[in-house]
């Protein structure tokens, strides 16, 4: 596929207004979110819940794709049409996690190597072929004392370059995602310090193994201080290190920047991301590609009961109406 074609691939996931959804949970980690609601973590509550997210009602006007799973780019509703269909009907594009999750890393096992490399050209192929549109793979780097490591920083760098090329060889976009997590008690100030190093490394990697930037979607962690930091910035000052950072390190070729929420809650990440935007103009366009900032009120509101599922799309939509509001700086708090 060419690079035009990808473009405008990258283009439609963040067109102005809407974002990207990440319903792309593993079955391990949607396992720990329906226990935490009291819920049995079976195949069939993971896919009545899945079918909610992707048949609310108007959920296009402000999600231009949705990151499925596996498990997910292969469910049905009730009435036997594939989830993935569902979605693309609706105006979004249907996309796919195809990491295999993050390892220890030898030689510093408190630090992880994102997994998935080995016959990811064939499943890409696979995946093309139920319709998908564009890839995630998740890289992530924790702030400690003494890392993350250069080890860590260079290695998912090579390994997120490395499945991006496949990716664009496939025809799908990838979004590429380098997480610095807010666990800890680091400062705002280590927390720019460290993702404008992980950033550098992302771009330098990918400029080596010629990925087209102009075909890629960049989904990095907001610059904000340690969950357990006792002096937390306020959402201005979080926004200014974000902006600096990406400034600093993202070329303008890439057409757009959709952040993951990492933690926050649902509201502090719609107004991050609004601040970001009143920043601008930005070289390329700044959204979301939330997965909890989005679903945790949807999961909350639903309970596992059928009768709850309006409750939980209209708690989705509300949060997706808010998102695109703020993907525009246009967030009225
Ligand atoms: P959160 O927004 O919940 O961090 O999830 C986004 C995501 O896709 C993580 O890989």
Known sequence: MSTTELAAT??????????????????????????????????????QYRSLIVSTPRLGEWISGVILYDETIRQVNDEGTPLRTIAAAAGMLPGIKVDKGAKPLAGSPEEKITEGLDGLRERLAEYVSLGAKFAKWRAVLTIGEQIPSATAVHTNAHALARYAALAQEAGVVPIVEPEVLMDGAHSLERAEEVTTEVLAAVFAELRAQRVALEGIVLKPNMVVAGTDCPAQPSVAEAAEATVRTLRRTVPAA??????LSGGQSDATATA??????????????ATFSFGRALLAPALRAWAGAQENVPAAQQALAHRAELNGAASSGAYDA
């Open 272 to 285: 991050h991301l609004d601040a970001i935007n009143r920043l601008g103009p930005l070289p390329w366009r």
């Open 254 to 259: 890439v057409p757009g920047i959709a952040f």
């Open 10 to 47: 990258a283009a439609a996931m963040v067109a102005p207004g809407t974002g990207i959804l990440a319903a792309d949970e593993s079955t391990g980690t949607m396992e720990k979110r329906l226990v935490a609601q009291g819920l049995p973590a079976t195949e069939e509550m993971r896919r």
